[in-house]
């Protein structure tokens, strides 16, 4: 099993928390788009980080379209791992 730790789930959620906080500002949530364009990850790379973050980390929601899949809350556990 390949370790996805260090080069795709982490980058995605420091990218999400970082990006949580300064949208939550005016009641927008990070969306995959964003976050693939923020840590140069291709979309699929984000979506497979979401659905690996999802729950212990962050809460994401799911419409139709995954490029639209967004974070509405994340965990002091996901602040913890990227030390924040």
Excluded: H, K
Excluded at 8 to 33: I, M, N
Excluded at 46 to 73: F, K, Q
Aim: with cysteine; proline share 6%.
């Amino acid at each position: 099993m390949e370790d996805t730790w260090a080069s795709r789930d982490l980058p995605v959620l420091d990218a999400v928390v970082s990006q949580f906080d300064e949208l939550s500002r005016t009641g927008a949530c990070p969306d995959a788009a964003d976050i693939a364009a923020s840590t140069g990850l291709e979309i699929i790379a984000v979506i497979a980080a979401l659905n690996a973050l999802d729950g212990e980390y962050v809460t994401v929601r799911r419409p139709l379209e995954p490029s639209s899949w967004d974070v509405t809350s994340v965990t002091p556990a996901a602040r913890r791992a990227v030390g924040q």
